[in-house]
């Protein structure tokens, strides 16, 4: 879990605005679509800023589910 943060190899930001009502699904969706990427890869984190710019979301995959992370 967050102690595996430390394991993250790669980061990758969206750039704009995102909709902050997105659960895991609609995030991976993005990560897809946006980035042409697999949300599925290990040791990739993936963040989502608000759009009041004072929030984030972040996605992880842990191998057996999805971390994610909110601020």
Same mark, same amino acid.
């Given at each position: 879990?967050?102690?595996?943060?430390?394991?993250?190899?790669?980061?990758?930001i =969206?750039?704009?605005?995102?909709?902050? +009502?997105?659960?895991?699904?609609?995030? =991976?969706?993005? &990560?897809?679509?946006?980035?042409?990427?697999?949300? #599925?890869?290990?040791?990739?984190?993936?963040? #989502?800023?608000?759009? +009041?710019?004072d +929030? #984030?979301?972040?996605? &992880?995959?842990?191998?057996?589910? #999805?971390?994610?992370?909110?601020?």
């Amino acid at each position: 879990m967050l102690h595996e943060l430390p394991s993250i190899k790669k980061i990758y930001i =969206a750039c704009g605005k995102t909709d902050l +009502r997105k659960g895991i699904d609609g995030l =991976a969706t993005i &990560v897809k679509e946006h980035f042409q990427l697999d949300p #599925f890869q290990k040791n990739i984190l993936f963040l #989502f800023c608000g759009g +009041r710019m004072d +929030r #984030f979301k972040g996605l &992880v995959w842990e191998g057996d589910g #999805f971390l994610l992370l909110y601020k």
